[in-house]
């Protein structure tokens, strides 16, 4: 079985760009150019410099010894929290933001949707000396007001999008619109494994460092590269592409991805999208997609506005039709007992996004000898208000 993408974009069923005729050529150049760019000795030596010194990788691999107690198993974090701006996020925007450069571009464009993204792209433009603009709905500048004055201090302008609901979706089609009539001097920094070809794959490659160094540092500390359980949580899914990576032709190795249920799965609140979507295509790519049953796009709802999204990258698609990951939810309650539980435990607040996956744990009976690794994909400061707001602590 074949999980890496084909040369027309596609993962078994999903994938390919769908895109309108006017940002073909710029999906075209991109597409033509990112294998190239980003196998040169000088691109890795500069991504990894990078990485090292700029982002503090390789990130820790934690032996979580009181949470292991808990499940009667070997539980090692995967430390992305301790990643520079507090996420995974910055692989990836170090990754385009240098191949930004080699294709001779000047300015960069993203969208966000709580920010988070938004600020790992201000970051990296600063580093590089680029004009950033990040287009944000409106309604999200108002509840995310810290990453906004974070992004404007970094250099970036932010944009606010005005259109539907003002959220992450019509920042998206600002950001697209913004690419259409600026495509020689612009590249637009993709978020997640989503979007069209190329982007889920470049965005993969970049974040399989995760799964590159878990494998090196298992050797080491358990004498063996493989573990037994890969745990992620899933919002577009770049930070559980990472860590699956490197791991997918080794099917002893379980994969198991973790979705926001929010309310619950049939609450009408949810995000959990391999339990509630159907094919469709968004954002570029053909996917699973919350929708209604003519075709529109669902709201999804979460606690965690990291895993807001209702689709996911086509890889993952593919991974769920055909088994290789296992998709499981955990719902609102759970990852934040759970972001509480690991607090109390470990001396770690971990994002609200990387708590589900932490609840996830509970669903499974664990063998003594299993080695489980969970990736803490961001840390929980950005989540102090939310935290607060649920109290129970
Ligand atoms: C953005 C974010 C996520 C979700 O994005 P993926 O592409 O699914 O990884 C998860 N965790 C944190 C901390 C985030 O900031």
New binding site residues.
Partial sequence: MNYKVNDRGYYGNFGGAYIPEMLYPNVEELRNNYLKIISEEGFKKEFYDLLKNYVGRPSPLYFAGRLSQKHSTKIYLKREDLCHTG???INNTIGQILVAKRLGKQKIIAETGAG??GVATATVCALIGMECTVYMGKVDMERQKPNVERMRILGAKVVPALSGNMTLKDATNEAMRHWINNPTDTHYIIG??VGPHPYPDMVARFQSVISEEIKKQLEEQEGNPYPDYVFA????????AGAFFNFLDDEHVNLVAVEAAGKGINSGESAATTALGKPGVLHGSKTLLIQTEDGQVIEPYSISA??DYPGIGPIHSHLFEVGRAKFVSATDDEAMDAGIGLSKLEGIIP?V??AHAIAALDQFQFDKDDIVVVNL??RGDKDLETYIRWGKY
């Fill in positions: 996420s995974h996020k988070q993204h997640s494994v949580c899933v919002g577009g899914g770049s930070n559980a990291g895993l994002a996004e990387s994909s961001g």
